[in-house]
T-cell receptor, first 114, second 111 residues
Framework: QQQVKQSPQSLIVQKGGISIINCAYENTAFDYFPWYQQFPGKGPALLIAIRPDVSEKKEGRFTISFNKSAKQFSLHIMDSQPGDSATYFCAASNRGGGADGLTFGKGTHLIIQP | DAGVIQSPRHEVTEMGQEVTLRCKPISGHNSLFWYRQTMMRGLELLIYFNNNVPIDDSGMPEDRFSAKMPNASFSTLKIQPSEPRDSAVYFC?????????FGQGTRLTVV
C-alpha cells in the first residue's frame, strides 16, 4: 500500500515559471510533511517542511501548501531556475516529526529549461 | 560538520559475494537509518537504530541482509550472499529528533 502518492513523475518548466508538485496521503495520523531535494549522485536533502496546524509555509522561492481536509500537500517553486533541476520527494511522518516514521513519495524529476 | 559519511561510494561485486556498506552518522545524532533507492521502488527504509539499538528492521528484504551499530559513530549494512536484484543505491541517514540527514549513498552493482 502506497501511503504517499506523488505526481507528476516528471515535470519540465521554463526558467522563471512556477513548478508545482503534488502529494496525497492516506494515513490521517501523519503530522509532519517534509520535502526533500536530490541532485544526481547525492543523497536527498531536506528542503522545507510543514505541520498540519498551518495551511502554508514559505521559505524563499519554495512554498508548501497544505490541505488537511483533502489530505493533500504541494510544493511550489516560484521563479524556477535551472539550478532547481533535481528530483523532489515528498514525505510524511506520524512520529511527531521524527525521521523514523518517514514514508516517501516516488519522486518527481524536475527539469527547468533555460 | 562533515555530514553523514558513507563508504564506499561505488561497489561492484559478483553474485554470491559478501558486501559490507559503512556509515558514520553526524556526531550527536541518536537515530540512524538505512535506505535503499531504486527506480522501481523509490526510497525504502530498511532498518533504523535509536541509541545504537535496532528498533525496526521490518524493511530488511531477506535474511541475507543484516545491519549492526556497534557504537554511536559507526554502522554497517551487510549483504551475504549478494544477488543482482540487490543492485541499488543504499543511503544512510541520521537524525536527532527531527528530519533525516542523508549521506551521499553507496551505489551497489551486483553482476
Amino acid at each position: 500500500q502506497q501511503q504517499v502518492k506523488q505526481s507528476p513523475q516528471s515535470l519540465i518548466v521554463q526558467k522563471g515559471g512556477i513548478s508545482i508538485i503534488n502529494c496525497a496521503y492516506e494515513n490521517t495520523a501523519f503530522d509532519y510533511f517534509p520535502w526533500y531535494q536530490q541532485f544526481p549522485g547525492k543523497g536527498p536533502a531536506l528542503l522545507i517542511a510543514i505541520r498540519p496546524d498551518v495551511s502554508e509555509k514559505k521559505e524563499g522561492r519554495f512554498t508548501i501548501s497544505f490541505n488537511k481536509s483533502a489530505k493533500q500537500f504541494s510544493l511550489h517553486i516560484m521563479d524556477s531556475q535551472p539550478g532547481d533541476s533535481a528530483t523532489y520527494f515528498c514525505a510524511a511522518s506520524n512520529r511527531g516529526g521524527g525521521a523514523d516514521g518517514l514514508t516517501f513519495g516516488k519522486g518527481t524529476h524536475l527539469i527547468i529549461q533555460p | 560538520d562533515a555530514g553523514v559519511i558513507q563508504s564506499p561510494r561505488h561497489e561492484v561485486t559478483e553474485m554470491g559475494q559478501e558486501v559490507t556498506l559503512r556509515c558514520k552518522p553526524i556526531s550527536g545524532h541518536n537515530s540512524l537509518f538505512w535506505y535503499r533507492q531504486t527506480m522501481m521502488r523509490g526510497l525504502e527504509l530498511l532498518i533504523y537504530f535509536n541509541n545504537n539499538v535496532p528498533i525496526d528492521d521490518s524493511g530488511m528484504p531477506e535474511d541475507r541482509f543484516s545491519a549492526k551499530m556497534p557504537n554511536a559513530s559507526f554502522s554497517t549494512l551487510k549483504i551475504q550472499p549478494s544477488e543482482p536484484r540487490d543492485s541499488a543505491v543504499y543511503f544512510c541517514a541520521s537524525s536527532l529528533e527531527g528530519s533525516a540527514f542523508f549521506g551521499q549513498g553507496t551505489r551497489l552493482t551486483v553482476v
